[in-house]
């Protein structure tokens, strides 16, 4: 894939396993990988992971210099129609600040443009293929898997609540 020099290719992923969100993204800039981050969230859903990963990215690419162009490769399309979801749901406070980032971006340039597109794990296709192994392949246990339950979470909570 050659890159105009003022454009990113963000390739994402997120997998799920053990209650462990592993969350992978890729930023290549003029054919090259320049970003690679990883990310473990425990006890999320995978849309508010993904949502996250968004974010993530964007905030990655857009900080890099000269950036016209931010081109999102990524499986789950759903979640990134969420972010320009302004009705209420779960995940306003993700869509809300990938929103102002969004903004500050747009608003460097009159020809600033992001773009989203769905890559199924079946296509195959490099880029996303090596993200996507990356997520399968990572497996990472948990050292207390008793304290990864949702009622732990709402416990631990609720305490530091109290002790506040």
Known sequence: MSLDPLSVVVVTDV????????LISHIHSHDKPVIKTIHHVVNV????A????????????TCL??????????????AAKRIFDFSLHLYQTQSASISHKL???????????????????????HLYDIVNKKTKKFSLLPIFSCKL???FSRKNKCNNILNS
């Open 149 to 151: 339950s949702w009622d």
């Open 103 to 125: 903004r500050e971006f747009f608003k460097k340039g009159d020809n600033n443009l992001i773009e989203f597109w769905d890559c199924s794990s079946n296509q195959k296709w």
């Open 45 to 48: 859903i995978s849309t508010k």
């Open 50 to 61: 993904e949502i996250f990963t968004i974010g993530c990215g964007i905030n990655q690419a």
């Open 15 to 22: 997998s799920i396993k053990n209650q462990i969100a592993t």
């Open 65 to 78: 210099p000269n950036v016209k162009q931010i081109f999102f490769i990524m499986d789950s399309i759903h």
